[in-house]
């Protein structure tokens, strides 16, 4: 099964928030292969003792940040010429990761029978690929957060929440815009968490305008449920792009 992780970026800036990882390379490693990118696989105490045992990578060992490693040298720890020497490979066809995940056979690749050993290969291909997408995405934030406008972030925050929750969205009379325009002020500045702009995102008579404008309310609960939601996703990113700023 293919993984996703699509929100490496507010894991990185929660582990900045950390006091027993932050700037701390071997610290930092294990909390992100065990906490994000193994996460569901260490539940099993074999595989999280495997990963506590393991050398931290060179790329790990002077960094005080995980936004602090270069894609390209997460492409020279994850990549090599064959599946078995790539970073998910040498953890998932080890004997360990093979006798906790497999107990019922031999912990070796080469005696697992062909119905096992072509899905085990396409995972450790998907967890590879997934390791180098999420810190792509991971530099792809940071640039758009900093350079995303007011009215921008205004428009994100309603989509996500539409998409977090499924409310529906209306149609409006006029174009969205136009009518983002007319409420806030500094709209076409970048967003930087400046003070006055993030007390008009957090105004609750606009929280509420943005409600009843955009989604198919029906009635006073609806309003105070989205606007509750709306709020909550506008600290979202007051809080990311504080974070983001130091970087």
Known sequence: MNESFNNLLEFALLTDENKSVD???DAIFQ????????KQECREKKILGLFKKLETPVQFSNI?????????????LV?????????????????????????QHEPEFKRLPTEVQLPLIDRIKDKNSNIIQAFKKMYSDIDGDKKRTVLKLIALVIKNVHLKTGFPLKKTKRPVVEILKEQYNGYEQIFNGDPSVVADLNDDKKIRFLAKEFFLVHNHKDIVEIGDLLKKEFQRFEWRMSRILDI
Do not use: C, W
Request: glycine share 4%.
């Open 64 to 76: 005080r940040k995980i936004t602090e490693i270069p894609l390209a040298e997460v492409e020279a």
């Open 23 to 25: 700037d701390n390379g």
């Open 31 to 38: 909390h992100l292969m065990t906490q994000f990118f193994f």
């Open 79 to 103: 990549q090599a010429e064959t599946i078995n020497e790539t970073f998910a490979g040498k953890i998932m066809l080890s004997k360990q990761y093979l006798k906790s995940v497999y107990p």
